[in-house]
């Protein structure tokens, strides 16, 4: 029997719990398609700050590199909220998981649930045909780039006294803007066919090297995709204003994570969002929404968001594209017999419709594996 190790990563808030059906889920895929998973869990973020004083302990990363696949819940919270500079802060485990592993390419796949047309905060007639990848780069950019806070500097005080400055550095080389753009071309090929890669090239000097790059790969190896510049602040009114008309979507780091949240809520919740982080090492798939600590331990966050980044999982750490399938189809067909978690929840749902964590993973389950062997 083959067996893939993977690295659980829980966090914080309602991480615990929804790793909790994933692992559920991976149980009864195990069971219908002969494979083993061996689940072995770590520290990392807000948790990892309170049990080891670093949000991202050796024994973590170790864990990662050594597994076939890392699953990530969720991390942070308010408790770990800090502006001191010194003090470590759950963000920086994730950041730096995703450097030391190589994961450059986050995928955000975003696709409209018939079923939550009514959960979305659109009218249903624009999300028609809304079937779109977010193709962000994740080691670059502002995130990655050199940071400091001065103290002490002349005129930076209110009133023109010495003050505090702090700046943050937005930076691209070639090869992070061609390694990027590469992956939303070839995803491209086997969707759409059509790319539209966003920056801000009427400002930034990044993004008009990010946007020469992009077109000259274009023009050399992908010329039969179809390319559209658009500016960031374009494609986030495009988002609302007509989503359909997106295919891949390829952008930086800063940008990618804002356009992709407000992605999300075009499916109606951003527990519905799951994502892909591919590179160089392990890959890592993880929800895009927060640890919602202010309902952690209720029983009622939704872990659809994790199951759909197993789905990811599945597909691209173990090219079982079948048992994938089937688990997309098993989510599709519980949420089109009515039932909801609470944050999907629209006007006119029956109360008996509306579950809980543990109960919406049984029900994937139940339509996953029906002989419950």
């Not at 753009?181 to 000097?205: C, M, P, Q, W, Y």
């Not at 023009?219 to 609302?240: C, G, K, P, T």
């Not at 759909?308 to 079982?320: D, G, I, K, T």
Request: hydrophobic share 45%.
């Amino acid at each position: 029997m083959t067996t893939y190790r993977i690295c659980l990563l829980p966090g914080d808030g309602i991480g615990p719990e929804i790793t909790a059906e994933a692992v559920k889920t991976l149980d009864a895929v195990g069971v219908e398609y002969g494979v083993s998973f061996e689940c072995t869990e770590a520290l990392l973020g807000g948790i990892a700050i309170d049990e080891t004083g670093t949000a991202l302990p050796d024994a973590t990363l170790q864990a990662a590199i050594a597994a076939d696949a890392v699953l990530l819940a969720a991390i942070g919270g308010p408790r770990w909220d800090t502006t001191d500079p010194s003090k470590p802060r759950p963000e920086q485990g994730l950041l730096g998981i995703r450097k030391a592993l190589g994961l450059y390419a986050n995928l955000r796949p975003v696709k409209i649930f018939d079923a939550l047309r009514d959960a979305s905060t659109l009218k249903p007639e624009y999300l028609e045909g809304v079937d779109m990848l977010i193709v962000r780069e994740l080691t670059g950019g502002l995130y990655f780039g050199s940071r400091d806070r001065e103290i002490d500097v002349a005129g930076a005080a209110t009133g023109g006294g010495a003050g505090m400055r702090a700046y943050d550095t937005m930076a691209y080389s070639e090869y992070e803007i061609e390694r990027i753009a590469r992956i939303a071309f070839d995803a491209a090929r086997t969707r759409g066919n059509k790319v539209h890669s966003v920056d801000k090239a009427n400002v930034l000097e990044s993004s008009r090297l990010w946007r020469e790059v992009v077109h000259r790969l274009h023009a050399a190896e992908f010329s039969d995709v179809e390319l559209i510049d658009q500016l960031v602040d374009n494609s986030a009114m495009q988002l609302i204003r007509n989503p359909a008309q997106f295919d891949v979507m390829v952008t930086e780091n800063m940008f990618g994570d804002i356009l992709s949240d407000e992605a999300s809520m075009l499916t109606g919740s951003l527990g519905m969002l799951a994502s892909a982080s591919l590179g160089d090492g392990t890959a890592l798939y993880e929800p895009s929404h927060g640890s919602a600590p202010d309902i952690a331990g209720q029983g009622i966050a939704n872990p659809l968001a994790m199951l759909l980044s197993v789905e990811l999982m599945l597909r691209h750490s173990f090219a079982m594209h079948e048992a994938a399938d089937a688990l997309a189809v098993a989510i599709e067909e519980v949420l089109a017999a009515g039932w909801r978690t609470r944050d999907i929840v629209t006007d006119g749902m029956p109360a008996d419709k509306v579950v809980g964590t543990s109960a919406m993973g049984d029900l994937v389950v139940a339509v996953l594996a029906p002989s419950g062997d």
